[in-house]
């Protein structure tokens, strides 16, 4: 089954397909693991739960002021719905740092600009390079038995919430920009923007993660502060992978986020190449 971008049967599918996979839970009735003092102390040294609280929490009221503004009335209840993950997103965070005694609170959200509409495609975009990065962290921390199996069978919740809106987002993209006449090129060069924008947040987040935190992004990267063994390559092969494995578990006939894996699948091959080339290289040198 296949879809044309923009139309009516796409736009129908991918809000349905999101609708119908919503899950009800609440966070404070989830199986949360009773954890060893070594345990918690490891808990306790990751440096971004005031981050990632406080992004949570901003995530939630973005989709929620944006969500009244959406005309169509099927587009508009799978935001309504994303919103809602989003926040209970913060909540499931927020009785985590109750029930561990993490140091994070919630700090003030800062005003959105009056264009909430580009405010919604900045997060979009952002929750795409953070979830592709996001799948490798997750990977080397589960495999590092950094946690308990159980509390990685939580957060594993989470991840699947985060897989399915990135999915839903890269739908409606496409779906919005083909109403407003836009072509594939168009399309792809308009994302590259909005990475390109996304990456430049990310990398601020790197720089502040040197310094003390503000407490007002998720930096995803500081994950090799906590991580033994970590390496660049190892890290985009495991997003790279995770990546494919996660979005298998969708309907093919979706449309899911390419750019990231594209460029990802190139830097292997680069790697690769620089690999298999630098025998040759030292040995022309010497």
């Not at 009221?61 to 989003?86: K, M, N, S």
């Not at 209970?88 to 009056?114: C, K, S, T, W």
């Not at 990310?202 to 994950?223: C, K, N, Y």
């Not at 990546?243 to 091959?269: C, E, H, T, V, W």
């Amino acid at each position: 089954m296949t879809f044309e971008a923009g139309s009516d049967a796409h736009k129908a599918f991918f809000c349905k397909q999101f609708i119908d996979t919503h899950q009800v839970f609440d966070p404070e009735t989830l199986p949360w693991p009773e954890l060893s003092e070594a345990e918690l102390a490891r808990l306790r040294t990751v440096p971004f739960w005031q981050e990632v609280y406080h992004t949570e929490r901003r995530a939630g009221a973005i989709v929620d002021a944006f969500t009244p503004q959406i005309v169509d009335p099927i587009v508009r209840e799978a935001v309504r719905l994303q919103g809602l993950e989003e926040a209970r997103h913060a909540d499931l965070i927020r009785v985590m740092i109750e029930r561990y005694g993490l140091n994070a609170h919630p700090q003030p959200i800062e005003a959105f600009p009056d264009d909430l509409e580009t405010a919604f495609i900045d997060f979009g975009f952002g929750e795409c390079l953070d979830a592709f990065l996001g799948f490798g962290a997750f990977k080397s921390a589960r495999q590092s038995h950094f946690l308990p199996e159980s509390m990685f069978d939580i957060f594993d919740i989470l991840m699947f919430e985060e897989t399915r809106h990135i999915v839903f987002f890269i739908n409606y993209m496409a779906w919005r920009e083909k109403q407003r006449g836009l072509g594939p090129v168009r399309r792809t060069a308009k994302s590259l923007r909005f990475y390109a924008r996304a990456l430049r947040r990310l990398l601020s987040m790197v720089r502040r993660g040197q310094q003390p935190h503000d407490g007002r992004d998720f930096a995803i990267t500081q994950t090799n502060l906590f991580l033994d063994g970590f390496s660049f390559r190892g890290f985009v092969e495991d997003c790279y992978r995770e990546n494919a494995r996660r979005m298998k578990a969708f309907d093919p006939a979706l449309m899911q986020p390419r750019l990231l894996s594209g460029i990802a699948d190139l830097a292997l091959k680069g790697l690769g190449v620089w690999d298999k080339s630098r025998p040759f290289l030292r040995r022309r040198a010497t």
